[in-house]
């Protein structure tokens, strides 16, 4: 019908500021990127509109459980004054019309908070335009209502599915200063919105990467070296093609890239079971190279030898905190180390894969999909151009699908086999096969005056190195709590050189840095006879904004007002100092800022004469700005961070044995279960700051907050995770 | 070899080998997507399935042990009133994030109220526990159950 179709092109500048080009794409592109059907007028690559006035929006992130697929439609619609009872909402591909089409770092809410809004509001004003001219009228002169523009002096409205085609022809307005709502006429952010995916998850409907299926699927399976990057030297693989169902089996040769494609076996067969129990008969010779020190223990022990020689480098020093514990009333010394730990998505890794023709079509449970296609191409020779990746629901990602290890393989395997392929990992391929979230080692020593002030405080953190450099997401900036608010303070860094490869896992750094600073924070709070709270709100000291220092990780600043703010809010929501707890119960605290937000949490917890942990309450205080998007998801998002955080402190951690990882499966690791989980209040404090992520940041007060709080109930201090490793028993 | 299994109150015909796990006759042969593998062991619960109205992790049931037994999914649990309510407080809740484990969880649900119609966090606890969920969202699976076994009742 139509043929103009305007697309608002809007990408995100380096800065925080925003490109905008109209543009007007071929008849065919358009159709090629199948988002407008016959019916339906495309206003911008983010909003269609159709004449029954049926509202499809766009949700271009990946859908990990974190709800952006609902929240960054619902920055659209309500600045479109969408009729939410209209709006569908559909997973965009990897497209290069979008930004940042990523799940990471709580990122969604400050990167997307204002052009959506501005694309919104783009669209409104083009379906007001339409109706002006629709009515010689004065576009000042109409306004809008939920799926209509009203012209209020006349009386005339029109819906917007009667508008749509005319707006498509409508000039593109100017994203940078277009007029956006005032927050108090907000009619769907702010709003409990229901996730329009409940019912077909409830339902069974499928929805995810490992349910995706393609005529002619085969399924696959790959071995690959349990110590990482280990190299295949022979295999019986002709000896597997003869098995029942098997269509394929063949080695293949991977590169020296952990993140890349690597040695294995692939087996290909009609079905996924079959396809797996052809690979238990698979015989492997490995070149595992050297893995001698990669174990566990060896690093344990390597980590308190470094401890006692200087760090290798600093790295920051303020003062004299050498000077300044020979100075103080209280001196503590305390070493605190967590273990490894691997994502456990409860959806295996998997991909699907269909190489025909010179085109790869993806079908992909990630959360990072650009850099996967990138991989995809490089490794298969073939350009970026000839790749389609489709995005599906992710089975959790925490950080795991932010490399495609799996999309690699699958697209590997797929154009081999010369077949659509669906690759499936077990769980143990999961577990042993992971982007780990780094070990570490902390030996703190802290001073605190007569007044019970923190005057000193040294870290000497020993940490790891891949290939020389800082191994992933086992680096510490500058800028950790409580650098800044004290005056003599020490950070030294050491490596240990590790072969199993890391990378982030939900609240990055975060994750083990607040469990070893909280708890000796804590520790120095009790060594001086002062209450924890106060003694934090010492440290924080006046209401004001701290800059970062210079660097990689530079972001604007910690604001002690507000995380003032969130303590404060926690203890009087938990009742701190208020209640008379029970012999063997105790209330710990833990406040941390991470990813933009300032959470700080209690947890009270008892333990038993024999040594079982009862996690009996939690409080969640949570400072993420101005406005709580979706406060139904908000409160489930601080929920869930805040009960993985009790699992993990609780039952999780890996042992690496001769360079592989122990574990393989929920017995050995394990995951907070319904028994274990208590309940949890969760509050927010509104500030005036822009709003911002959830994902991740209430995470990182949940474990030493659970430490601290058996600390207070046994007078045992927790300086190792995970916590069924303690035998906390009092009954000899 | 030839199987007929009765599931979701229809008789189907699979020719597979006879230690296929019924998760992957399910997924792989019938196409029914929505019970889930989890880890493969028994451990996570996101293969659970009614036998005979009974939850069981159909990762660790061979085909062959099956016979004429009731499968019942999560495709179909809506069919019955204590499902469909489970199900209806499941959406009014809110209560997935990433929605991977709520199929095996609502099957352990329904169970649990077939058996028990106004359940106490203890039976909860008991009926739920082999049900992970790794985005932690028991707090909301816990409301729901309750609210379900009062939207039963009414």
Redesign the interface.
């Known amino acids: 019908m139509l043929a103009r179709r305007n697309f608002l092109k809007v990408s995100l500048l380096a800065g925080g500021g925003l490109l905008l080009s109209a543009s007007i794409p071929a008849t065919a592109k358009a159709a090629s990127l199948g988002k407008a059907g016959p019916d339906a007028v495309a206003l911008n690559a983010y909003v269609r509109i159709a004449p029954d006035g049926k509202v499809t929006i766009t949700a271009k992130n990946p859908e ?4 952006v697929k609902m929240m960054l439609p619902m920055l659209i619609a309500e600045e479109l004054d969408a009729d939410w009872a209209s709006v569908q909402i559909e997973q965009a591909d990897l497209d290069a019309r979008y930004p940042g089409q990523v799940a990471g770092g709580s990122t969604a809410t400050p990167l997307n908070w204002l052009p959506l809004r501005q694309v919104g509001a783009a669209g409104r004003q083009m379906l007001i335009g339409a109706a002006a001219a629709e009515w010689s009228v004065s576009a000042a002169e109409c306004e809008t209502a939920p799926g209509e523009v009203l012209h209020k002096p006349s009386g005339r409205r029109l819906s917007y599915g009667a508008l749509a085609s005319k707006a498509a022809a409508q000039p593109v307005p100017n994203l940078a200063t277009i007029k956006l709502k005032d927050p108090k006429a907000f009619r769907i952010i702010g709003q ?1 919105i ?2 329009l ?3 077909r ?8 990467g ?2 995706v ?1 393609v005529p002619g699927m085969l ?1 696959a399976v790959f071995q690959k070296c349990d110590v990482h990057g280990g190299k295949l030297v022979s295999s019986n693989v002709a000896e597997i093609r003869k098995l ?1 169902g098997v269509k394929a089996a063949f080695e293949v040769k991977g590169g020296n890239d952990l993140r890349g494609l690597l040695d294995g076996v692939a087996v290909v067969a009609e ?4 396809a797996n ?1 052809a690979r238990q008969q698979l015989d492997i010779i490995w070149n595992e190279g050297d893995i001698g020190g990669q174990s566990s223990g060896d690093f344990a022990a390597t980590a308190v030898r470094m401890s006692k020689g200087k760090p290798e480098s600093i790295l920051r020093s303020d003062g004299d905190a050498k000077a300044a514990f020979g100075k103080a009333a209280h001196v503590v010394e305390a070493a605190y180390s967590y273990p490894f730990l691997s994502h ?5 890794q998997n991909c699907t894969a269909h190489y025909a023709n010179g085109k790869l079509e993806i079908w992909a449970p990630t959360q990072n999909p650009a850099p996967g296609a990138k991989l995809v191409a490089s490794t298969l020779g073939i350009p970026e151009t000839a790749i389609t990746v489709h995005m599906t ?6 950080g795991r699908r932010l490399s495609n290890d799996y999309m690699v393989e699958a697209a590997w395997i797929a154009k081999v086999a010369g077949a659509p392929v669906k690759l ?1 990992w ?2 143990e391929d999961d577990m042993r096969h992971d982007f780990y979230r780094p070990a570490g080692f902390h030996f703190f020593k802290g001073g605190v005056d007569a007044k019970g002030q923190l005057i000193a405080l040294s870290d000497h953190f020993v940490t790891f190195s891949e290939n020389g450099a800082i191994a992933a997401s086992a680096d510490m900036g500058p800028a950790e709590f409580p650098a800044r608010m004290v005056e003599n303070l020490e950070f030294g860094v050491s490596m240990i050189p590790l072969r199993t490869p890391t990378g982030p896992l939900r609240a990055p750094r975060s994750n083990g840095l607040g469990f070893a600073f909280q708890s000796f924070l804590d520790e120095l709070a009790h060594a001086s006879g002062r209450d924890p709270v106060q003694f934090a709100l010492d440290i924080l000291g006046a209401p004001r904004l701290l800059p970062d220092p210079p660097g990689p990780r530079q972001g604007p600043g910690f604001h002690t007002g507000r995380m003032r703010g969130v303590i404060e809010l926690a203890a009087e929501k938990a009742g701190w100092g208020k209640k008379t707890l029970p012999k063997g119960t105790g209330m710990g605290l833990a406040y941390y800022f991470s990813h933009l937000g300032y959470f700080a949490e209690v947890v009270q917890a008892s333990v038993s004469a024999g040594g079982a942990i009862t996690v009996e309450k939690i409080w969640v205080a949570g400072d993420i700005g101005s406005q709580i998007i979706n406060p ?2 908000a409160e ?2 601080a ?3 805040a ?2 955080g009790i ?1 993990t402190a609780l039952g999780q951690g890996l042992t690496v044995e001769n360079g592989r990882i122990v574990q393989g ?3 050995s690791v394990l ?5 274990q ?1 208590p ?2 209040e969760v509050h927010f404090r509104v500030t005036e700051f822009p709003p911002t992520g959830l994902g991740e940041p209430a995470l990182p007060p949940a474990l030493p907050a659970l430490a601290n709080a058996i600390f207070a109930a046994t007078g045992r201090r927790i300086r190792s995770l995970p916590l069924k490793d303690h035998d906390l028993s009092t009954t000899a | 070899m030839q199987y007929t299994i009765t599931v979701n109150g229809t008789p189907r015909s699979v020719d597979v080998d006879g230690e296929t796990p019924l998760l992957w006759v399910l997924r792989d042969t019938l196409d029914l997507k929505g019970t889930k593998f989890g880890c493969g062991a028994a451990q996570c619960g996101a293969c659970t399935v009614h036998i005979d109205g009974h939850p069981a992790r159909a990762c660790q049931t061979p085909i062959a042990t099956v016979g004429k037994a009731a499968i019942t999914t999560i495709e179909a649990i809506g069919q019955s009133k204590i499902g469909q309510h489970v199900q209806a407080a499941w959406i009014a809740l809110d209560v997935p994030q990433c929605g991977y484990c709520q199929a095996g969880q609502i099957m352990s649900a329904t169970a649990l109220l077939e058996r028990t119609p106004a359940p106490t966090d203890h039976d909860i606890n008991e009926a739920m526990s082999g049900n992970l969920c790794r985005c932690a969202t028991y707090t909301r699976i816990r409301a729901a159950i309750k609210q379900a076994a009062e939207t039963v009742r009414t």
């Open positions: 990990i459980g974190q709800g409990p229901r996730n995916e409940v019912p998850i409830v339902t069974g409907q499928p929805m995810f490992i349910d299926s399924y029942p079905n996924w079971w079959q129990r456990i998505n409860l959806e295996p629901r992710v089975g959790g990602g925490f499936l077990t769980r139904l998801n489930n998002q929920q869930g961070a009960l993985d699992g499966n929920f017995d995951p907070l279960r319904m028994r989980a309940p949890v």
